[in-house]
C-alpha cells in the first residue's frame, strides 16, 4: 500500500528552494514550505547593504535545474541573486506551496508524526520535516561596553535599513569579513569619513568582482542550453581547486597563499599599514575575503584603518585601547552571524521528549550533514559539516535533497514508518570527519567563524567525489527502520 508523505521544508533560502524543487521533480507534492521572513532567498533577502556581492562567480552560483544564462557580472550582486531565487520559486510553482511570515516555534515529534506550529499559531501534521535553515541568517552582535549609548545611527549590515543616509556621513565600520569589506569598499568615496575597525586583519585577494559577463556569453549560453549546461559541469569541476586549496597542503595551496600575500605587498606599500594588515595565520584559514577595491579604498585620503583594541562604544563614537576618540555619526556592524544556530532557536524536540539543545550540548553533529540521533524522520539540509568553504552549496543542497527523497520514496512504498540515524554511526562519522579536518588549511591556527563554541571545525573535509558518493544511497546500516 503506498502513502503520500506529508512534509514540512524549513526555510526558503538556496537549501530550502533546492529540496523543494528536488522533491517536486522526483515526484512528491504534499509539501509546504515555512520560512520566517516575507519574501524567499534566505540570506539573499536579508542581507541588502550597499555592495552586497557574491564572492562565487555567478554562472556557478545556480541550481543546476535552473541555469541563468544573462547574469550581469561576473560576481553577481545580491539583488540580482535574490531576483533569482524569487524566479526559480515561480518558474517551478512554489508558491502554492509557500507560506511567507511563518517563523516556525515548535517543531515536536508525537512518536508517530511531526507536529509544527508558527509564530501566527498555524499547526501543521507532518510524516517528515526538513530543516533548511541555513547558516547565515542569525545576526551576532559584539558585547561592546557603551553600545546602546550610541546617539548616532546604529546598523547591523544583515538588517540593512535602506532608509539611511550615508553620503557625507562620518561611519565607523566594525568587522572585516566579506562584510565589512564590501561595505567600506561601497561607502569610503561620498564618506566624509570613513573608519574600518580591524580587530583580527584578514587576508583579501584581488578579483575582478565588478566585472560585467561579457553579453555575447549570453546569448551563446541562452541559445545552446547544452553547452550552458556543459559549461556549469565544467565550472563546477573546475571548482575542485578550491577543495584541494582547502583540505590538502598540496602546491595549490601554497600558490593560493603565496597569490595572497603578493596582492597585500603590491597593493599597499606603506610598510607601517602593510604590517598592521598583515594577519598572523595562513590565507585561507578563515573564509577567504576577495575585493577589487578595498585596499584602494582605506589608502583614500577620507579613510581609516584601526587596529587598536575598542574599549567602549560613546554617545559620540568609539573610544579605543590607546586613549584616541574616533567622532563618528554612522556606526554600523558588519559581525557576521551566530553560524551554529541552524534551526534553533525553535523548540525542537525528537524521540521521547529529546530537545535539541541537549543532543546538542557538546555542538552541532549530524550524520552525513543531514540526519541526527533521537530524531526520526527528520533531515537538515546543509546542516552540521556542510561545506560553506569548499563546495558549491547548490550542488550540495540538491545532492542532499536528492538522498532525503530515496527515504521518502521508501516510506511512500511502506517499507517503514520512521527512520532514525544511529548513535554509532554519527560518532563514527564525526569521529572520522575529526580526523579528516587535521591536514585542512582550517585547521592551521586561527579564530574563525568556522569554528563552534567547543572549538571544532564545524566544515567538510572532503572533496565533492567523496560527498556524492556518500550521499548516493541511504546504507540501512546506519539507520533504525521501524
Not at 538556496?14 to 515555512?34: E, K, N, P, S
Not at 534566505?42 to 555567478?58: A, F, K, Q, R
Not at 560576481?75 to 511563518?102: H, K, N, P
Not at 556549469?232 to 582547502?246: E, F, N, P, Q, W
Request: charged share 20%; aromatic share 10%.
Amino acid at each position: 500500500m503506498t502513502r503520500e508523505p506529508r512534509i514540512v521544508i524549513i526555510g526558503a533560502g538556496i537549501a530550502g528552494i533546492a529540496t523543494a524543487v528536488t522533491l517536486q521533480r522526483a515526484g512528491f507534492h504534499d509539501f509546504t514550505i515555512l520560512e520566517k521572513g516575507d519574501d524567499v532567498g534566505g540570506v539573499w533577502h536579508w542581507n541588502h547593504y550597499p555592495g552586497l556581492t557574491c564572492d562565487i562567480p555567478s554562472q556557478l552560483y545556480q541550481f543546476s535545474f535552473a541555469p541563468k544564462p544573462d547574469w550581469a557580472g561576473i560576481f553577481a550582486q545580491g539583488d540580482e541573486i535574490q531576483s533569482y531565487l524569487r524566479g526559480v520559486v515561480e518558474q517551478f510553482g512554489l508558491g502554492d506551496r509557500l507560506r511567507l511570515t511563518s517563523e516556525v516555534t515548535s517543531t515536536v515529534f508525537s512518536g508517530a508524526t511531526w507536529h509544527v506550529v508558527t509564530t501566527d499559531g498555524a499547526e501543521l501534521e507532518a510524516d517528515f520535516v526538513i530543516a533548511a535553515t541555513g547558516v547565515l541568517h542569525h545576526p551576532f552582535t559584539p558585547d561592546i561596553a557603551g553600545l546602546d549609548s550610541f546617539k548616532g545611527d546604529l546598523v547591523h549590515t544583515a538588517r540593512w535599513d535602506d532608509d539611511i543616509e550615508t553620503g557625507g556621513r562620518r561611519i565607523a565600520v566594525i568587522g572585516n569579513g566579506s562584510t565589512g569589506v564590501q561595505i567600506v569598499s561601497a561607502l569610503q568615496r561620498d564618506a566624509a569619513h570613513i573608519t574600518h575597525f580591524v580587530r583580527t586583519p584578514q587576508w583579501v585577494i584581488w578579483a575582478p568582482m565588478g566585472l560585467s559577463q561579457p553579453t555575447v556569453l549570453a546569448r551563446v549560453l541562452h541559445r545552446l542550453p547544452a553547452l550552458h549546461r556543459r559549461f556549469y559541469g565544467v565550472l563546477l569541476r573546475g571548482s575542485r581547486i578550491l577543495t584541494d586549496i582547502a583540505v590538502r597542503p598540496t602546491w595549490q595551496r601554497r600558490l593560493a597563499q603565496n597569490y595572497a600575500r603578493w596582492c597585500l605587498r603590491l597593493q599597499i606599500r606603506d610598510r607601517e599599514l602593510r604590517d598592521r594588515l598583515t594577519p598572523d595565520y595562513q590565507p585561507f584559514c578563515k573564509r577567504q575575503v576577495i575585493s577589487a577595491s578595498y585596499y584602494r579604498a582605506i589608502r583614500a585620503g577620507n579613510a581609516d584603518v584601526v587596529t587598536a583594541e575598542i574599549e567602549e562604544i560613546t554617545p559620540r563614537g568609539i573610544r579605543t585601547a590607546d586613549g584616541r576618540e574616533h567622532d563618528v555619526d554612522l556606526l554600523i556592524l558588519a559581525t557576521g552571524f551566530q553560524a551554529h544556530n541552524y534551526m534553533r532557536p525553535m523548540k525542537l524536540h525528537g524521540r521521547d521528549g529529546l530537545d535539541i539543545d541537549d543532543a546538542w550540548a557538546k555542538g552541532p553533529r549530524a550524520y552525513r550533514m543531514t540526519a541526527i540521533p533521537g530524531f526520526p524522520n527528520f533531515f537538515t539540509v546543509l546542516g552540521p559539516n556542510s561545506p560553506t568553504g569548499s563546495v558549491s552549496l547548490q550542488y550540495s543542497s540538491e545532492l542532499t535533497a536528492r538522498y532525503i527523497a530515496q527515504w521518502l520514496q521508501r516510506f511512500r512504498d511502506g517499507e517503514f514508518g520512521t527512520v532514525e540515524v544511529t548513535e554509532q554511526a554519527t560518532t563514527k562519522f564525526n569521529d572520522d570527519v575529526a580526523a579528516a579536518l587535521g591536514p585542512t588549511v582550517w585547521n592551521t591556527g586561527c579564530n574563525s567563524w568556522y569554528l563552534t563554541d567547543e572549538g571544532n571545525i564545524d566544515l567538510w573535509p572532503y572533496d565533492r567525489k567523496t560527498m556524492t558518493a556518500m550521499l548516493a544511497r541511504p546504507d540501512d546500516r546506519d539507520f533504525h527502520i521501524a
